[in-house]
């Protein structure tokens, strides 16, 4: 662990990502049990192994409901209510294009239409039925799969806040990879790096100044693929079956819970940029910033972040 000042930084690798913990004491058992709690939320929710509770859904899809943890029924819910509405893009029942794609993945290559057309038919997210009173999860039909990929790191990043707090923390920051949560405000505000679209890791855009907020950002760059000339990244239009293609390198959502900031990364990339800006005019807890292959950079408005461009070739706009 580098002592770099006061800060403690504390990593491991879960989720198949970097993770890293900053503390303004130096707390090992501490970053510990945050290590431990970010395992055990990583064995419900995984779909990359064959074994957790989403797994146990995914195999009894038509089949039978399969009962499951308060923390699984609830992300599940919150994941469903963001994908039924029909202009949405967010979509929990992706899972067998996501499967299908391998985006990312070792074998990835783009699929023949009719796969995706015949897979479209099993993503349907009214299909997957909850029963409150069971806490269970029913796929209705076989084949089904639910993904929390876009999802589950901000629900564990926001229950490690919330962990940190009942600890005493008052400043502190967890990166999940993608998603950061802090808290408190070290030295007026935490520094977050906004990574330059296809450029080496670290190299920056931009940097975001926040409070007691989270930073979620999703981008294009991240996860793909090229063939024949094209590129196919790994945010999957749930209508389509393809890749979304619209003119966003990625999106960045500050908000207070990072669960909302996964929610809205997908929404705002389905919407792109001039719908999204609309959309969030109507919710005043919401910002975002949107980076385009044109390089420019739309921020929705700066009530809870600063905002520092440093990469002169490109353009800020308000
Ligand atoms: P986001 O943009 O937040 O999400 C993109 C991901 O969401 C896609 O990769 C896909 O899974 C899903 N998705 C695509 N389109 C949609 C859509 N329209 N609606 C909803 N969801 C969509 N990676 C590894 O390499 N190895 C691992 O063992 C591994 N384990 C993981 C375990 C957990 C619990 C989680 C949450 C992630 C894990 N990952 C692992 C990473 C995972 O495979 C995805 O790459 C990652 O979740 C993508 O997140 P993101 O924040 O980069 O992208
Ligand atoms: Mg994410
Ligand atoms: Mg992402």
Same mark, same amino acid.
């Given at each position: 662990?580098?002592?770099?000042?006061?800060?403690?930084?504390?990593?491991?690798?879960?989720?198949?990502?970097?993770?890293?913990?900053?503390? =303004?004491?130096?707390?090992?058992?501490?970053?510990?049990?945050?290590?431990?709690?970010?395992?055990?939320?990583?064995?419900?929710?995984?779909?990359?192994?064959?074994?957790?509770?989403?797994?146990?859904? &995914?195999?009894?899809?038509?089949?039978?409901?399969?009962?499951?943890?308060?923390?699984?029924?609830?992300?599940?819910?919150?994941?469903?209510?963001?994908?039924?509405?029909?202009?949405?893009?967010?979509?929990?029942?992706?899972?067998?294009?996501?499967?299908?794609?391998?985006?990312?993945?070792?074998?990835?290559?783009?699929?023949?239409?009719?796969?995706?057309?015949?897979?479209?038919?099993?993503?349907?997210?009214?299909?997957?039925?909850?029963?409150?009173?069971?806490?269970?999860?029913?796929?209705?039909?076989?084949?089904?799969?639910?993904?929390?990929?876009?999802?589950?790191?901000?629900?564990?990043?926001?229950?490690?806040?919330?962990?940190?707090?009942?600890?005493?923390?008052?400043?502190?920051?967890? &990166?999940?990879?993608?998603?950061?949560? %802090?808290?408190?405000?070290?030295?007026?505000?935490?520094?977050?790096?906004?990574?330059?679209?296809?450029?080496?890791?670290?190299?920056?855009?931009?940097?975001?100044?926040?409070?007691?907020?989270?930073?979620? %950002?999703?981008? #294009?760059?991240?996860?793909?693929?090229?063939?024949?000339?094209?590129?196919?990244?790994?945010?999957? &239009?749930?209508?389509?079956?393809?890749?979304?293609? &619209?003119?966003?390198?990625?999106? %960045?959502?500050?908000?207070?819970?990072?669960?909302?900031?996964?929610?809205? %990364?997908?929404?705002?990339?389905?919407?792109?940029?001039?719908?999204?800006?609309?959309?969030?005019?109507?919710?005043?807890?919401?910002?975002?910033?949107?980076? #385009?292959?044109?390089?420019?950079? =739309?921020?929705?408005?700066?009530?809870?972040?600063?905002? #520092?461009?440093?990469?002169?070739?490109?353009?800020?706009?308000?």
């Amino acid at each position: 662990m580098p002592k770099d000042e006061s800060v403690y930084s504390y990593s491991a690798v879960l989720m198949g990502s970097p993770i890293l913990l900053k503390l =303004f004491r130096r707390d090992e058992a501490l970053a510990g049990r945050v290590f431990a709690l970010i395992k055990r939320y990583e064995d419900l929710f995984t779909v990359n192994r064959a074994e957790s509770e989403v797994m146990d859904i &995914n195999r009894a899809a038509g089949q039978r409901p399969v009962s499951v943890s308060a923390a699984v029924y609830q992300l599940i819910k919150c994941a469903k209510a963001a994908s039924v509405p029909p202009a949405s893009a967010f979509n929990l029942a992706i899972g067998p294009l996501v499967k299908r794609w391998r985006i990312g993945f070792q074998g990835d290559s783009v699929p023949p239409e009719v796969d995706i057309q015949a897979l479209l038919a099993i993503t349907q997210p009214q299909d997957v039925l909850l029963d409150d009173a069971r806490q269970s999860v029913f796929l209705a039909k076989p084949g089904m799969e639910i993904d929390l990929g876009a999802i589950a790191k901000g629900y564990i990043a926001d229950r490690v806040r919330d962990l940190l707090r009942k600890e005493g923390v008052r400043e502190g920051l967890i &990166n999940l990879g993608g998603n950061v949560q %802090t808290l408190g405000a070290p030295e007026g505000g935490w520094s977050i790096g906004l990574q330059k679209p296809f450029a080496a890791s670290g190299e920056l855009v931009g940097a975001i100044e926040v409070v007691d907020k989270s930073v979620v %950002t999703s981008g #294009t760059y991240e996860r793909y693929f090229e063939q024949d000339g094209r590129r196919y990244h790994h945010i999957l &239009n749930p209508h389509t079956g393809y890749p979304l293609d &619209n003119e966003l390198d990625s999106v %960045t959502i500050i908000s207070t819970d990072s669960l909302d900031g996964d929610i809205w %990364t997908t929404l705002l990339y389905g919407a792109g940029v001039e719908a999204g800006r609309q959309w969030l005019a109507r919710r005043p807890d919401i910002e975002a910033i949107f980076v #385009t292959k044109r390089r420019e950079i =739309f921020l929705s408005s700066r009530r809870h972040f600063r905002f #520092t461009l440093l990469d002169d070739g490109y353009r800020l706009i308000d």
